[in-house]
């Protein structure tokens, strides 16, 4: 079997189709782009968060002791 004969018009028409697959997949590589550098942002949000909440847990507070709920009861209960 031999390939088939394309005419210029077939071999431009190909050009054509993967000239805007081509653009299409750089429109789709440059939303995800952004869409990582604002998840990065975000991630490095909350860790500044957390680390802010780390520094006012008080000494200890990272204990895993056992606590009885109702110890923390209001006097009224």
């Known amino acids: 079997m031999s390939d088939p004969i394309h005419t210029p018009n077939d071999i431009v028409q190909r050009l054509e189709a993967l000239e805007i697959k081509a653009s299409f997949t750089e429109d ?3 939303q995800l782009n952004l869409t990582i550098y604002r998840q990065q942002q975000h991630i490095d949000e909350l860790l500044r ?3 802010l909440l780390r520094q006012q847990m008080p ?3 990272g204990s ?3 606590r009885d709920l ?3 009861l209001p006097p009224h209960y």
């Open 70 to 72: 109702r110890d923390e």
């Open 59 to 61: 000494e200890g507070g």
């Open 64 to 66: 895993t002791a056992v």
């Open 28 to 30: 789709l590589v440059d």
């Open 49 to 51: 968060a957390v680390a």
